[in-house]
Every structure is written in structure tokens, then in C-alpha cells.
T-cell receptor, first 111, second 118 residues
Framework: RKEVEQDPGPFNVPEGATVAFNCTYS??????FFWYRQDCRKEPKLLMS???SGNEDGRFTAQLNRASQYISLLIRDSKLSDSATYLC????????????FGSGTRLLVRP | DTAVSQTPKYLVTQMGNDKSIKCEQN?????MYWYKQDSKKFLKIMFS???????INETVPNRFSPKSPDKAHLNLHINSLELGDSAVYFC?????????????????FGPGTRLTVL
């Protein structure tokens, strides 16, 4: 089983739609979780950290479910500029320096 | 005012050659990383240095040798390049901080070096 698993997509949605991605992680001892965004042929950039209580940043909401070992990202009112690959990231329990990246979920927002 | 920079951006070379990729960060971070992103877009850690000391060394062929002359620079030298080395290599840096048992490790990535081995 992969340490971090995501549905590769693509998710193809119209502008204004609400879309949600899930990600599962294998190590129940994991403590820190993130969503990164990667545009085509660009570097990954931190979108948001995921806190235990859930957190919101504008149109983006991240949730953590420790019992089921999954993380979600909800995007409301999708914009064309949201088209990208969203990477689920978990901090390794072996080293606080090591991040484990999922293979990403691709989102396409159409006009 | 680039935060993490890499050179070159593109590298096309023949099998068997030796090449280097350079990385510099001006964020004042203590930790730097090299990642490999293959054709399936899977991003995997290769090495990490903290204050010039190697702290992560994943299962990577010993043809790959990182070098950190100071904490703002982390270079990657690759000997005897193989076809399978073709990928995008990303450098990253972070300043780890801890709150209780939780570690926050936001990593800032360079623009990547697209290596093509012919």
C-alpha cells in the first residue's frame, strides 16, 4: 500500500462548481498534513496546512479525519485559475524533515 | 528576489556523461532538499541537508552525490548518466519549527531542472 494515495483524476468541473478531493495515508502516527498545488511544468507550492480541527482559507477548506486516516480539500466557487494538480502531503514519522507526497489529483476548471 | 533558484533549467545530455545541478536559497533556511519527479509526476525525496550535514539519504544510486558548501547552497552531481535518470529535479528549502510534538515543515521549491538523457 502506498504511504499517501490520491485519485489521479482528472476532475473536470465548470467554473463556479464545488469540488472535493480526498487523500488517504497509511501511517496512523502521522502528525502533520499539507496540500500543495503544482501548475503544469512548475514547482509545487504550499496551498495550506491541515490542522486537526479543520481549517479554511477563502474558498479552500481542509479537513483531517484521523480515525479513517484521510485528508480532504474542498474548493468552492471554482475559478479557471484553480486548474492545477493538487498534492496531498504527509510528514514522515521517521523524520520531521521528510515529506511524503501523493501523486496528485488533477483539476481542470472549464469556462 | 528569487527565493530558491536552480541552474540550469534544462539539461540535455548523452548517456554516460557526468553533470551537475546547482541550487541556492536566500531565505536563510537551515535545511535543503533534492527531489526527483518522474514522468508519472511522482515527487520523491532523494537527499536532505541540515546546516551542511546530510540528514536524509534515500535509496538513491551512488552515482548521485549531493554537496553542500554552505547552508544556502546544495548541489547535485550525477555520474555516468542513464536513460532512467531523465526527470525533473527540484531543490527545496525549509526552516523547521516545532509546536509540541507536531513539526511544521513548509518547503519552498525551486523552479526545477528538466534533465533529459539521450
Amino acid at each position: 500500500r502506498k504511504e499517501v494515495e490520491q485519485d489521479p483524476g482528472p476532475f473536470n468541473v465548470p467554473e463556479g462548481a464545488t469540488v472535493a478531493f480526498n487523500c488517504t495515508y497509511s501511517n496512523s502516527a502521522s502528525q502533520s498534513f499539507f496540500w500543495y498545488r503544482q501548475d503544469c511544468r512548475k514547482e509545487p507550492k504550499l496551498l495550506m496546512s491541515v490542522y486537526s480541527s479543520g481549517n479554511e482559507d477563502g474558498r479552500f477548506t481542509a479537513q483531517l479525519n484521523r480515525a479513517s486516516q484521510y485528508i480532504s480539500l474542498l474548493i468552492r466557487d471554482s475559478k479557471l485559475s484553480d486548474s492545477a494538480t493538487y498534492l496531498c502531503v504527509v510528514n514522515s514519522v521517521d523524520s520531521s524533515y521528510k515529506l511524503i507526497f501523493g501523486s496528485g489529483t488533477r483539476l481542470l476548471v472549464r469556462p | 528576489d528569487t527565493a530558491v533558484s536552480q541552474t540550469p533549467k534544462y539539461l540535455v545530455t548523452q548517456m554516460g556523461n557526468d553533470k551537475s545541478i546547482k541550487c541556492e536559497q536566500n531565505l536563510g533556511h537551515d535545511t535543503m532538499y533534492w527531489y526527483k519527479q518522474d514522468s508519472k509526476k511522482f515527487l520523491k525525496i532523494m537527499f536532505s541537508y541540515n546546516n551542511k550535514e546530510l540528514i536524509i539519504n534515500e535509496t538513491v544510486p551512488n552515482r548521485f552525490s549531493p554537496k553542500s558548501p554552505d547552508k544556502a547552497h546544495l548541489n547535485l552531481h550525477i555520474n555516468s548518466l542513464e536513460l532512467g535518470d531523465s526527470a525533473v529535479y527540484f531543490c527545496a528549502s525549509s526552516q523547521n519549527r516545532r509546536a509540541a510534538v507536531i513539526s511544521y515543515n513548509e518547503q519552498f521549491f525551486g523552479p526545477g531542472t528538466r534533465l533529459t538523457v539521450l
